[in-house]
């Protein structure tokens, strides 16, 4: 059966001893070869499984690594790229779906095999769609300013701006998030705004497994922010005595968010993250991350002189009220 129809692996009676692993490697790369795989019947990409397969047999130490390979296999041409199969003493199974041009590497152990021939990913039709949702998502933020910030000072209004665009990513975009994690993850669940989380989790996986730390610190921010940026809202229209309070506090709230997503996958080594690619280091993680730092600090550095400016005020009048 051609590889572009997916296959699976159904039987595999292997016997083996409690202390070792083996490896049932289908990949096309350079493999050792160990064993043959005695009894086996069947074809994948054309190909019988005596010519593709090998067997490799290393002792497991937990770290991921197996027997390094040394003699090439492939026979049957680079489209079929992966498929492992993992076995041992308690008999975890794992088979990987075969794909044309797209791999996956099983779940049930740290072990990934070395793909060859992996196109470089890059902009996409769900990227660009992406794009143009995060695009009108500014446009409904610029008509709300329009709308009830047009009488106020230019600072103002680019505060209101970024405001009405803060509350509206938390509601629209990561409150779906929230669901989808809480009910299952990203990865099991399907739409645009699934498919949106897809693309962005190609930069950063922990968003496409309902990360507990991720999930935890998007609760706060989608309930607590949210309700935060629209008292701030409040507070900028009609001039309230709280607006810097609450403008400080929403500040240190979305700072301390993004320390948090980062930070614990910064001292791991950023084992999650996916920096080989300009799209996702620059665009995906860079600049859609930066925004809610580079912000929150400007709006705390508006607060600290306007504060400033207040106690100024107060202490001139206190003069005033001395010398009369």
């Not at 793909?115 to 446009?139: E, I, Y």
């Amino acid at each position: 059966m051609h590889a572009s129809v997916s296959l699976y692996i159904m039987i595999f009676r292997i016997i083996i001893k409690s202390k070792w692993h083996l490896f049932f490697a289908l990949n096309g790369s350079p493999a050792e070869v160990y064993w043959s795989l005695l009894g086996s019947t069947g074809s994948v990409g054309g190909c019988g499984v005596r010519e593709w397969g090998v067997l490799l047999k290393s002792q497991w130490d937990g770290s991921g690594r197996g027997l390094e390979p040394t003699q090439p296999i492939n026979t049957c041409g680079p489209h079929l790229h992966s498929v492992v199969l993992i076995l041992h003493a308690e008999y975890c199974v794992c088979v990987s779906r075969i794909l044309p041009q797209s791999p996956t590497s099983p779940t049930c152990t740290g072990w990934r095999p070395q793909m060859d021939s992996v196109a470089p990913p890059g902009l996409s039709l769900v990227s660009v769609l992406s794009m143009v949702a995060c695009s009108f998502q500014v446009f409904a933020a610029v008509l709300l300013t329009c709308r009830y910030g047009g009488q106020g000072s230019t600072e103002e209004r680019w505060v209101l701006l970024w405001l009405f665009y803060d509350v509206i990513v938390h509601l629209t975009l990561e409150g779906p998030f929230v669901y989808m994690s809480l009910v299952g993850t990203v990865e099991m669940s399907e739409g645009p705004l699934a498919e949106l989380w897809k693309e962005y989790s190609k930069a950063d996986r922990r968003w496409l497994i309902s990360d507990p730390t991720i999930v935890s610190i998007e609760i706060l921010t989608v309930v607590l922010d949210s309700l935060l940026g629209l008292l701030l809202i409040h507070a900028v229209l009609k001039d309230k005595y709280y607006r810097h309070f609450l403008q400080v506090s929403l500040s240190v709230c979305e700072l301390y968010g993004g320390w948090m997503t980062f930070c614990p996958d910064w001292l791991l080594g950023s084992p999650h993250l996916d920096t080989s690619n300009w799209l996702y280091l620059w665009v995906y993680l860079v600049f859609f991350n930066g925004v809610w730092v580079l912000v929150p600090v400007m709006l705390l550095v508006q607060s600290w002189f306007s504060l400033r400016r207040l106690h100024r005020l107060r202490s001139d009048d206190d003069v005033i009220k001395k010398k009369m």
